[in-house]
């Protein structure tokens, strides 16, 4: 359907990982004027709802929300409102995957052969193992374009697809024909030779370690392998070990199971609301989380990124922020880290929209979420980039 990486708002990399910003963004004085100036960006947006949060290395500076949760009903978009956030939920495997190193299940470095219960090899690079770290930094090969719209089941059998716009009718199609399974079933399916979906064509030309390609099958591939190596459900592993210590009492994992009461009604651009899905490879993109929370999942990582972290040791932050160059492209542990250290995520699926960043050097950062998958509305995407520029000009310009 489309990669919940690459999205036109990618543009916004610029703004997430540079100190610098157009001048006409006059950075605000004061909480105050901060939150007026940019509900008046809101008021005049398209947007449904909105919400952001701002932090340092203390926890959360400031948080407000705009507009509404629900339009059929103007339920307002509360800083308790909670909703899925894309592609930014592959920043949860990462520090999954560092905790579980310094558990001793697993290390990055090994291949994921040793934990998996069939076997996947890169079809055109046999001889070269897929390891932990190469799913961890988008280099193991893997290809999400023929089998990742397989990951999405429609829970929803009653749902019009008269209500979605005519770009998204065609994939709505594929996914109401998916077959639900668990997540090692997918996966032996895509990646396996004896799966049945398997093909060549899921793999790239490179060879495994040598070249970045998002991926989001990878992404979840890289879960399951913390699952066997743990003994632990993923959803399980991360609210034991992340949730749990930094108190997100509002954060969990969409199972394609009952949402919570405060979950914010998804949209689309023609303000239609979403049709009920439940997708399969969950880690890559299934986080349920409010501004507020994911504030302090971001504290946390920007307490580590200086040295004093409390849920991984220092040299666990060091090697989970540290760059990978491929070429023209470069990554983190499953976070885009640019040179001068600022450590960031994107993510856009059906019906949301989320941005995350931090600047150590600066001791500030930013996290926005929106639901509705705005990336396709020129106007939207305008909107969210005033309302971006002015949280960050406020914090670190």
């Known amino acids: ?33 901060l939150e007026a100036k940019l ?12 919400s952001v949060s701002a932090f340092d290395d203390t926890g959360i500076l400031f948080q407000k929300s705009f507009g509404v949760s629900d339009l059929s ?49 890169h079809p055109k690079f046999p001889n070269t193992p ?6 961890a930094r988008h280099s193991s090969g893997i290809e999400d374009e023929l089998i990742y719209p397989r990951a999405y089941v429609i829970l ?69 392998v913390l699952e066997n190596a743990t003994g632990m459900a993923f959803h399980e ?18 199972l394609g199971d009952n949402l919570p009461e405060q979950f914010a009604t998804r949209y689309l651009t023609n303000f239609n609301p979403i049709p009920r899905y439940k997708l399969i490879t969950y880690p890559d993109g299934g986080v349920i989380t409010s ?8 504290a946390e990582m920007m307490k580590g990124a200086k040295g004093q972290g409390t849920l991984l040791s220092k040299a666990s932050y060091e090697e989970m922020f540290s760059r990978k160059v491929f070429g023209k492209e470069s990554s983190g542990i499953f976070w885009e880290v640019s040179e001068s250290g600022v450590f960031s995520h994107t993510g856009s699926d059906l019906g949301v929209l989320s941005l995350s960043a931090a600047n150590p050097d600066r001791n500030a950062g930013a996290f926005l979420m929106t639901n ?24 670190w310009e």
């Open 73 to 121: 009903n103007q339920a307002p978009y509360l800083n308790t409102t909670v909703q899925t956030i894309g592609s930014t939920s592959k920043t949860f495997i990462a520090v999954a995957l560092m905790i579980a190193q310094e558990q001793g299940k697993l290390d990055l470095q090994d291949p994921i052969n040793q934990y998996l219960p069939f076997e996947i090899h």
């Open 130 to 135: 897929i390891s932990i770290e190469d799913l």
């Open 156 to 224: 929803d059998p009653n749902y019009d697809p008269s209500l979605l716009p005519s770009e998204v009718q065609e994939y709505y199609e594929i996914f109401k024909q998916n077959e639900d399974m668990d997540l090692g079933s997918f996966l032996k399916n895509s990646l396996a030779s004896e799966g049945k979906w398997f093909s060549e064509d899921n793999f790239g030309s490179k060879e495994p370690g040598k070249s970045y390609s998002y991926s989001n099958v990878g992404s979840a591939l890289a879960a399951y």
């Open 372 to 395: 509705i998958m705005a990336e396709d509305d020129e106007g939207m995407v305008e909107s969210i980039r005033e309302i971006w520029n002015t949280l960050k000009a406020h914090q």
């Open 237 to 254: 592993f991360t609210q034991k070990y992340i949730f749990a210590p930094l108190q997100m009492t509002q954060s969990s994992w969409d």
């Open 39 to 50: 509900q008046k960006i809101f008021d005049e947006s398209e947007l449904p709802g909105l």
């Open 1 to 33: 359907m489309y990669n919940k990486s690459f999205f036109p708002l990618l543009l916004f990399i610029l703004f997430l990982t540079t100190g610098c910003l157009s001048q006409e963004v006059k950075p605000t004085k004061t909480e105050s004027e």
């Open 291 to 298: 501004s507020g929370d994911f504030g302090l999942f971001m």
